[in-house]
């Protein structure tokens, strides 16, 4: 679970909680407790949605989530770069052939699929195709999960000032005290609050931080193919190292030590 996703949006929300309550007391809530500006602002920002994409696009927005609050292990780089140099090991004493029994156990579907045509003799440029364009359709699925939450944090605001918009329009149109006039203009911007909340304390937010997950998941998947055409070639183990540790940043070079001779438990 990524601790930083949800300690952000609920240390706002204590935040939040806590000026009003200082501010007004338990009576300061009573304007936000307005369903019909949550309505107006969450019913069409997904209206909004809808419009702009697909339903299968909108359903994978549950698995996109998963991927913004699920933290990834730190020691995938070390765990990659090991079972390469293990594997260059083995191929170098005993043969491609050899690496049959370790391959089935690998559950990276992307290095197994890398390494099995490795080891079905497939010369280096149709394993460099085939795994790059397996990667450029990786990375158009994950583009696409960003400009949905990209969308959800343009949206939302828009809606809430729309929602802010037509709670006045109806306030002004009925209204007989005035009164009432500050009392019924806080629970309109409401919706205002509502919208301007979850666009940028919760959409965007989360938008960002796929961006940078993808670059993190796209970078492994760099690493692994220039493994895969390294094995391919027969470089050495200190070769295939020192190669693939170029890819990451000195301080995540550390783990690759410390990182254990054995198949990775990274998923796609």
């Known amino acids: 679970m990524d601790i930083a996703t949800i300690l952000g949006i609920v240390v706002f929300g204590g935040l939040v909680v806590l000026t009003v309550f200082m ?4 009576a300061g809530f009573k304007p936000f407790l307005n369903i019909e500006a949550f309505f107006i602002v969450m019913g069409g920002t997904f209206c909004a949605l809808l419009v702009n994409y697909t339903v299968g696009q909108i359903l994978n927005v ?4 998963r991927k913004v609050l699920i933290t990834a292990s730190d020691d995938e780089y070390g765990e990659i770069i090991s079972v390469f140099v293990q594997m260059t090991t083995k191929a170098k004493k005993d043969g491609f052939l050899s ?11 992307f290095l197994k699929r890398g390494l099995l ?26 583009t696409v999960g960003q400009d949905i939450f990209n969308a959800l944090g343009t949206y939302s605001p828009a809606f809430g000032i729309i929602g802010t918009v037509l709670g006045m ?12 006039v500050p009392r019924r ?17 919760i959409f965007l937010p989360m938008a960002g931080k796929l961006k940078r997950k993808s670059e993190e998941e796209l970078l492994l998947k760099e690493i692994i193919i220039r493994g895969v055409l390294l094995l391919h070639s027969g470089s050495t183990p200190s070769v295939m190292e020192s190669n693939l540790k170029a890819y990451i940043e000195p301080a995540k070079r550390l783990l690759v030590k410390a990182a254990p001779r054995a198949t990775p438990k990274t998923t796609e």
Do not use: C, P
């Not at 549950?62 to 989530?65: D, I, K, S």
């Not at 690496?99 to 579907?109: A, F, S, V």
């Not at 045509?117 to 994950?142: A, P, W």
């Not at 806080?186 to 609050?193: G, I, R, S």
């Open 23 to 26: 501010g007004e007391g338990i």
């Open 62 to 65: 549950g698995r996109v989530l």
């Open 99 to 109: 690496l049959e029994t370790d391959i089935k156990r690998i559950k990276n579907d």
């Open 117 to 142: 045509l490795v080891l079905d003799g497939q010369d280096q440029d149709f394993i460099r195709n085939m795994l790059e364009t397996e990667l450029s359709f990786i990375r158009e699925r994950h």
């Open 169 to 180: 329009i109806l306030m002004l149109n009925s209204i007989s005290d005035v009164e009432e």
């Open 185 to 201: 203009m806080a629970l309109a911007l409401a919706a205002a609050f509502y919208g301007l909340g979850a666009g940028y304390v």
